[in-house]
């Protein structure tokens, strides 16, 4: 396992993501304890020491269910890291109650990592306004309690609203997370926010390197341009050795969902092989090439269907409208005309809840009346 220095610590370069455990997939409730046990001991083992969970992970099981499996250990032997929940705005203000229940739930007396979770357009009056809401207050009293470690904030918003929360707050953040990967490096200008944080010398956490998974594999055309310049290298490997040519780059984490992922990543970052120019211009060239066919952005984090009074599957139906949009997807029509009435787009009620807590900001309300005023 590489490693990276991070003021007077050492962290693996591999953290292991805690939103997609082994079990029903991405945010759903149940968790497969005894795969999760088994990686978290595989991480343990290998060096990957670095935990990243959150409040709303797996609605709310991912942090006891890490916490549980933690216990094991001596507790300065692994970093944990936690997040305030403030992608949903019901939570602003209240990061004192949260914060104490997210101790309870992970049982530790500490978090190693703390950060504001998504901060975007949807949160960033609030998250600013912290003579109205205190939390940012709270945090910083806790960092200096230590029982936070090190404070910082993940971003999903624009480079506007990173400006914004660095000009506030930046000289109290400690690291910033974001989402970045060979795709997003232009098409949510990940390079501008990687160039900014690199001049604001704030070390950069990586989410989504493989963008959800949909990087570990790619059309076949796609992946023999790779595989003609490294023959050794798989396309997940790819995405990582991009991560590696990016400045500034600390810790990449990753969401792994089972035995074989974690094995991969943690064999692909045991090794420092960062692109050369002609690799480089050869993934932007497929990043491009992908990109016209890809819609909308979504990664199925599924914050959306836990706030959809239908409980639409939005990202299935994300997934279903991009088929449509780029290629006619006659088995888009198929699929989507085969489930159920209340479970279609044309069910949606505009209520735009699901936008409300969006990581990608999309706009579901106004996909889902485009898809069924084009498509149904």
Known sequence: MLYTNFQDLTLPKLGMGCMRLPGDGYAKPHIEENETEQMIDFCMQNGVHYFDTAWGYHSGNSEPTVGKFLTKYPREDFFLASKFPGYDLSNIGKAKDIFEQQLVRCQVEYFDFYLFHNVCELNIDAYLDDEKYGDFSYLLQQKKNGRIRHLGFSLHGSLEVLQRFLAAYGEHMEFCQIQLNYLDWTFQDAKAKVELLNRHNIPIWVMEPLRGGKLATLSPEHAKVLQNLRPQESVSAWGFRFLQSIPGVAVILSGMSNMAQLEENIRI???HKPLNAAEW???????????????LPCT?????????PLELDIPKLIDLYNELCYSGGVVAKIRTRALPADKQPTACLQCRSCEAVCPQQIKIADMMQDYSERFL
């Open 300 to 308: 199925a984090c599924r914050y959306c269907v836990d706030h959809c």
């Open 281 to 295: 211009d050869a993934l932007q060239s497929v990043a491009k090439d992908i990109q016209k066919t890809t819609a």
């Open 269 to 271: 970052l045991s090794e």
